[in-house]
C-alpha cells in the first residue's frame, strides 16, 4: 500500500512542478504597460486561439451585459453539484481507508480486485458519463483517477503472479504498454484532452524504459525523447488540443536540454556544460519569442538559460586572467536585454554584474578607494549616454 501512496505522491509533485514552473513563467514574462504592449499581447492572444480579425470586430460591437442571468447557476443545481463532489470524494476516502487497513490480511485475489479492478469500475463509470454526458465537470477527475488506480492495480496484479521478480523495468514496461495502448484507443473514441495527455505520459514512458533496457546512454534517450517532444508540442498548437502546448514545450525542452547538459558535462566539465547549454536554452526561448505564441515559456527560458551562462561563465573564469571577460560579457548582454524586450533576462544580467562586481571588489580592492570611486564615475557617465541617446532616437 505505501508504494501506491508513493506512486499518487509522485504524480501530485511532478503535476505540480509543472504548474509551478508555468506559473514563475507567467511572472517573469513581460508584462503590458503603453498601447503598443498591448495590442502585442493581442495578437499574441489571437494567434495562440486562432482568433480571426473579424470574430474580433463582432466581439468589440456586441453590447455589453452583466451575464448574471446567463452564468449563475440556480441554489439547486449547485447543491447538486456540492453534493455529487461529497459523494465522490468520501467513496474514494471509504476505500482508500479500507485498503491501507486491511491490506496485508487480503489475499491475492482480493487486493487485485481492490486496486485494479476499482480502477476499472471507474473505467466504466467514466465511459457511462461520457455517453449521458450529464456530467461534463466529472469527466476530468474520473480519467485521472482512473488512470491512477488502474496503473497501481497493474502493478499489484505483476507483484501477486510474479512475487519473487526484481526486475523492476519489466514491470514497468508492461504496465506502460498496456496503459499506453488503453489510453491510446479511448482518447481515438472521445478525442478528449486529458486522455491525450495520459496517453502521451504512458507512451513517452514505454519508450523510455525500452531503451534503458536495450542499453542506450541515459543522455541519448534525453535528447531524442525531448526532441521529439518539442515537436509534438509545435504540433499541438494549431489542434484542438492546444491547452497541452506549452506543458508539452516546457517538458521537451527540460528532456533535452538535461540529456545535452549530462553529455557535455562528461567529455569537458560541468562549467562548460552550463555554458553550452545555457545558451542552447536562450536560442531556444528566441525562438519561441519570435512565434509569438509563448509569452510565458519565453521568459522562463531567458531566466533559466541565462542564470546557466553566467553560473557556467564564472566557474571557467574565476581565479583566472580572464575573470574581467565576465563583466565585459554581462554588460553586453545589456544590449540583448533592450533588444529582446526581456524583462527576466534584464534582472539576471543585474544580478549577476552587481554580484561580481561585488566579488571582484572584495577580492582586489577590499582596502583601496579608487575602485568604488571610479565605478561611480562610470556609472555616470554611462547615465549620460543613455540620456543623449534617448534623445537622440526622439529626434530621428
Known amino acids: 500500500m505505501m508504494w501506491l501512496l508513493a506512486l499518487i505522491v509522485l504524480f501530485v509533485l511532478i503535476g505540480g512542478g509543472v504548474w509551478a514552473w508555468l506559473l514563475m513563467a507567467g511572472v517573469l514574462s513581460a508584462g503590458v504597460t503603453d498601447k503598443p504592449g498591448a495590442l502585442k499581447s493581442i495578437t499574441q492572444l489571437m494567434r495562440s486561439y486562432d482568433i480571426a480579425p473579424a470574430e474580433v470586430e463582432v466581439a468589440f460591437h456586441e453590447p455589453i451585459t452583466s451575464g448574471v442571468v446567463s452564468a449563475e447557476r440556480s441554489k439547486g443545481g449547485m447543491a447538486k453539484t456540492l453534493f455529487i463532489y461529497l459523494g465522490v470524494i468520501f467513496i474514494l476516502g471509504g476505500i482508500s481507508a479500507y485498503i491501507g487497513m486491511f491490506w496485508e490480511s487480503m489475499g491475492s485475489a482480493m487486493r487485485v480486485f481492490v486496486s485494479l479492478g476499482v480502477g476499472y469500475v471507474l473505467l466504466i463509470v467514466l465511459v457511462s458519463a461520457l455517453h449521458e454526458k450529464k456530467y461534463p465537470k466529472l469527466i ?149 519569442q519570435k512565434s509569438e505564441r509563448y509569452s510565458r515559456l519565453t521568459g522562463l527560458g531567458y531566466f533559466m538559460g541565462s542564470i546557466m551562462v553566467y553560473s557556467g561563465l564564472f566557474d571557467l573564469v574565476h581565479n583566472t586572467s580572464l575573470e574581467l571577460l565576465y563583466l565585459a560579457v554581462t554588460a553586453s548582454m545589456l544590449y540583448a536585454c533592450v533588444v529582446l524586450q526581456s524583462r527576466a533576462l534584464l534582472f539576471t544580467t543585474v544580478v549577476a554584474m552587481l554580484g561580481f562586481i561585488g566579488f571582484y571588489t572584495a577580492q582586489h580592492f577590499a582596502h583601496s578607494l579608487g575602485w568604488p570611486v571610479t565605478l561611480v564615475l562610470l556609472g555616470i557617465v554611462f547615465l549620460g549616454v543613455g540620456t543623449i541617446a534617448i534623445k537622440v532616437r526622439s529626434q530621428i
Open 140 to 288: 476530468s477527475p474520473l480519467t485521472l483517477a482512473s488512470v491512477f488506480v488502474m496503473t497501481g492495480g497493474w502493478f499489484v496484479l505483476i507483484h501477486e503472479v510474479f512475487p519473487q521478480g526484481d526486475n523492476w523495468r519489466t514491470a514497468v514496461l508492461a504496465v506502460f504498454g498496456v496503459m499506453a495502448l488503453q489510453q491510446g484507443v479511448l482518447f481515438g473514441k472521445y478525442r478528449l484532452t486529458g486522455m491525450l495527455f495520459t496517453t502521451l505520459f504512458f507512451v513517452y514512458g514505454f519508450m523510455q524504459v525500452g531503451f534503458d533496457l536495450l542499453g542506450i546512454p541515459i543522455a541519448y534517450i534525453a535528447i531524442a525523447l525531448g526532441a521529439s517532444l518539442f515537436l509534438v508540442g509545435h504540433a499541438l498548437r494549431d489542434t484542438p488540443y492546444r491547452l497541452l502546448t506549452e506543458p508539452v514545450l516546457l517538458i521537451g525542452v527540460c528532456w533535452l536540454h538535461g540529456g545535452l547538459f549530462d553529455r557535455i558535462a562528461m567529455l569537458t566539465s560541468a562549467g562548460w556544460a552550463s555554458l553550452v547549454v545555457g545558451i542552447c536554452v536562450i536560442l531556444t526561448a528566441y525562438g519561441l
